[in-house]
């Protein structure tokens, strides 16, 4: 094999002839390379001794607990095998995604072979003592998973929880003009909702800015214990639904060698050359905007390839049972021992390794040279190509708060404004991800800076729409989420934006990328990433017309619970806070941010000062709002995190003021949810003295919670007496209702945080009576109003803080 040649855009016809038809060298160098990674593979799932086959395979040899997945493995490496090949000609940036990811071992092997195992752990060494421990550590206890996880150098997708394949892939290759991720779907993760929806991302690719994703799906016919449906299909059908979601379907299938070699080099050449033709017009000029019809291939090809065929008079190869550990007994049976050494010598090692281990020359020349390996590529390996985002100073978008609770706006259209001028100032590293609500969620800003991405038809009826939109907008928060951890994982930052109640539908996402992040905290060598930052708007309290179904705080809770420190939840009450919370996020690296706060017009507390103030704190005590001055212990802390909560308590704590002028409140307002927690939990957590400085550690908490209340005392856990928290918050009581009836059926009204201080308080003041009958009588009041006039009452419905006559 040559050199690496790198090419023009548009492929030279000569150079993928020569792609297409390998020449017996080569397809002996692929091989060879296939080989290698497939005795590594099974060596990784079976050896613990005699790595090199240097004697007979013996019972001590072999791993006690034998985990691993053989079957979807030598389909994965044959696919890597031939792009590295593709690679090494052409110099093509690549980047491999294994959708089935428990196929890790031979993703691990082909780290190894490449050399960036070494050069990651350099106590895997390329020699015997470093293959034993590759195969060692593999699946075993302190080693490394089963799976393409972030301990596997080149991957961005782990794989672990299937489906999410090709939106990690679109969203790799969004703004990367030169990378093409080849991602392999599985036939059974095929079958996957988020799978199935993610096949569009071509519906939103522009091929002169950003780069391409080659799909190659791979029907090996069985999951785990059966046939997968696109498995059994009619390849006519097959092709037509991929035809359907607009791709150039090419199909490789069967099981002979060098047959299939030859094969799928021409499969991959022709898919290449399709890409980057379709690459250089659109980069060249020459593009009529029709959304290209971009490549995939359709692989058939036997599960557990070159595995055991028949074991115990059973059919394995080629069928669901080679999906884990095609022999699974060995140990203690002869036979299977015997089956297991006549597999990994079909393998021919003695042709693979070196007298002292390494990887042969014959192996290593199937290599491509530096970065350009799939395991060591920039791209993958912690986002060597990220840069900080050039953002504008967040102050400039300050709403004018001359006193708290008087001005009212729509916070989230401020960071509308602010991410528009993100956009402006970084073309080709930030984008904003929703699904068909940007507009809705009072983003619409953005619009000024950036259409809409769209690559199908756009009529005259369509708005801010277009092929060099950048602003993605697809009804799929599953695609939406992906699209952005794909982005953010290769170095580029954005926001997903979307409804809170369904935030859940993608929470399994935030959870997954919640461990990436972690895990990849404890290796060096992978760089951090931008954070996953999440808005979730229009939320349960304010979905006044959609009701019950789009009434869930759930994802908080989610958030909170992940072990470690990647997760934070921000809850700023209003527009100023917002934008100081916003950038901080859009600074940060390896978190998933969580900010919450609802899009309709709401009253503004801080100053843009004040507000920069009490987010860097994470909570403080709003004085102001309170009858406490300090001097002694309060009667009662009213606590609040949330915008519409937060309102609540300020009402609440006048009320008290104005009927009560003697008893001392102290409102605490959280910005940051993860101060609650000690520090020894979270790194957020506030330390000891903060605490009681702002709660005491002794007077009761009236706590009003935006999410469900058990997440705050999941929070206090371990705090002074940390029974003193009475948590008022959602408690699944939705309906289409006013704001305030919302408050109300959830028992986190105005009304109801007096009752409870007033109940809570360790001395009742006089007069404490008449206002427990005032609040009741309040809220009969508003039961009967809001049926008769469909609305709030208006003292409530108006309510400032600076209205002291109607405060009550
Ligand atoms: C969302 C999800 N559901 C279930 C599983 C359990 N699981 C692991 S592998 C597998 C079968 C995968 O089949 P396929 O995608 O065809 O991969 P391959 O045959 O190449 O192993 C299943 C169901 C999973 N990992 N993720």
Redesign the pocket.
């Known amino acids: 094999m040559t050199a690496p040649t790198t090419v023009s855009l548009r492929p030279d016809l000569a150079l993928v002839e020569r792609l297409a038809n390998p020449t017996d060298d080569e397809v002996a160098t692929v091989d060879a390379w296939w080989r290698a990674n497939n005795y590594l593979t099974v060596g990784q799932i079976y050896l613990m001794a005699n790595a090199l086959l240097r004697e007979p395979i013996a019972t001590e040899h072999i791993k006690p607990r034998l985990l691993g ?1 053989w ?2 493995s030598p ?1 994965l490496s044959f696919m890597y095998a031939h792009a590295s090949r593709l690679i090494r000609r052409t110099g093509q940036q690549m980047v491999y995604l294994a ?2 990811g ?2 890790g071992p031979a993703l691990v092997a082909a780290g190894y072979l490449e050399g960036t195992y070494t050069e990651v752990y350099p106590d895997v060494t390329l020699d015997e003592a470093g293959l034993l421990r590759l195969f060692r550590q593999f699946s075993a206890p302190g080693g490394i998973p089963s799976h393409v996880s972030v301990t596997t150098p080149g991957s961005i997708h782990e794989g ?4 999410y394949v090709l939106v990690h892939a679109f969203g790799a290759v969004m703004d990367n003009p030169d990378l093409i991720a080849l991602a392999v779907v ?5 079958e ?1 909702g988020p799978l199935e929806g993610s096949w569009k991302g071509v519906s939103f690719l522009n091929p002169a800015r950003d780069g391409a994703v080659l799909p190659v799906l ?1 029907l ?1 016919g ?3 214990a059966g046939p ?1 449906v696109l498995g059994r299909k009619d390849p006519a059908e097959v092709r037509q639904l991929m035809h359907g979601h607009g791709y150039d379907v090419i199909e490789v299938e069967g099981e002979d060698l060098p047959g299939m070699h030859q094969r799928f080099a021409a499969a991959l050449a022709h898919a290449w050359a399709a890409i980057r033709d379709i690459q250089a017009t659109a980069r060249e000029g020459g593009w009529d905007g029709t959304r290209p019809r971009w490549p995939m291939i359709v692989l058939r090809s036997p ?1 557990g390839w070159t595995g055991p065929d028949v074991v115990d008079g059973v059919q394995v190869r080629g069928t669901w049972r080679s ?1 884990q550990v095609p022999l699974s007994g060995v140990r203690g049976n002869p036979e299977h021992l015997q089956v297991l050494e006549d597999w990994m010598r079909s393998y021919r090692p003695a042709e693979l390794f070196d007298a002292d281990g390494a990887p042969s020359d014959l192996v290593l020349g199937a290599n491509p040279a530096g970065d350009l390996r799939m395991s060591a590529t920039p791209h993958a390996n912690g986002g060597r190509l990220t840069e900080d985002l050039d953002l504008p100073d967040f102050r400039d978008y300050a709403v004018d708060v001359p006193e708290p609770a008087r001005v009212r706006a729509e916070s989230t259209r401020k960071l509308g404004e602010l991410m528009r001028d993100i956009y402006r100032r970084n073309p080709h590293s930030f984008r904003l991800f929703c699904p068909d609500e940007t507009n809705s969620n009072r983003l619409g800003a953005v619009f000024e800076a950036s259409d809409r991405a769209f690559a199908e038809r756009v009529t005259p009826q369509d708005v801010a729409i277009s092929r060099d939109g950048r602003v993605m907008e697809v009804l799929s928060e599953h695609n939406c989420h992906g699209w952005l951890e794909g982005y953010t994982l290769t170095g580029r930052h954005g926001w997903f934006a979307t409804y809170e109640a369904f935030a859940m539908v993608s929470a399994s996402q935030t959870i997954q990328h919640g461990k990436w992040l972690q895990e990849a905290d404890n290796l060096p060598w992978r760089a951090k990433v931008p954070s996953l930052n999440v808005l979730l708007t229009s939320t349960a309290w304010r979905n006044d017309h959609n009701g019950f179904s789009h009434q869930g705080p759930g994802l908080i809770q989610n958030v909170i619970t992940s072990r470690g420190n990647i997760g934070r939840v921000y809850l700023p009450p209003d527009s100023n806070c917002l934008m100081s919370v916003a950038d901080h996020c859009l600074r940060s690296r390896s978190y998933v941010n969580l900010v919450v706060i609802d899009k309709q017009p709401q009253l503004q507390w801080l100053r843009i000062d004040e507000a920069v103030e009490h987010c860097a704190r994470g909570a403080g005590v709003w004085q102001w709002a309170g009858t406490d001055d300090g001097s002694a212990d309060p009667d009662i802390v009213l606590a609040c995190a949330g915008d519409v909560v937060t309102m609540e308590t300020v009402a609440a704590a006048d009320i008290l003021r104005q009927h009560l002028p003697h008893f001392r409140t102290r409102v605490v307002n959280v910005v940051d949810l993860m101060t609650l927690p000690r520090r020894k939990d979270h790194p957020h957590g506030m330390d000891e003295t903060l605490f009681k400085e702002l709660f005491t550690d002794h007077v009761d908490v009236v706590f009003a919670f935006h999410g469900y209340p058990g997440a705050v005392h999941q929070l206090v856990h371990g705090r002074p007496d940390a029974d003193r928290f009475r948590v008022r918050g959602f408690i699944e009581e939705g309906t289409t209702t006013t704001p305030f009836d919302m408050v109300v059926r959830n028992r986190v009204s105005r009304y109801h945080l007096v009752m409870d201080a007033l109940n809570n308080a360790r001395r009742t003041p006089p007069g404490a009576s008449d206002l427990m009958a005032y609040c009741r009588a309040r809220l009969a009041e508003h039961e009967s109003y809001v049926v008769e006039h469909l609305e709030d009452m208006p003292d409530i419905r108006d309510w400032t803080l600076g209205d002291r006559t109607t405060a009550g």
């Open positions: 997945h079957g979807t389909g959708g089935p428990h196929g672990g929880e299937l489906g599985g036939d059974g993760e095929a996957t791979h090996n069985a999951k785990i997968t599960k999906h």
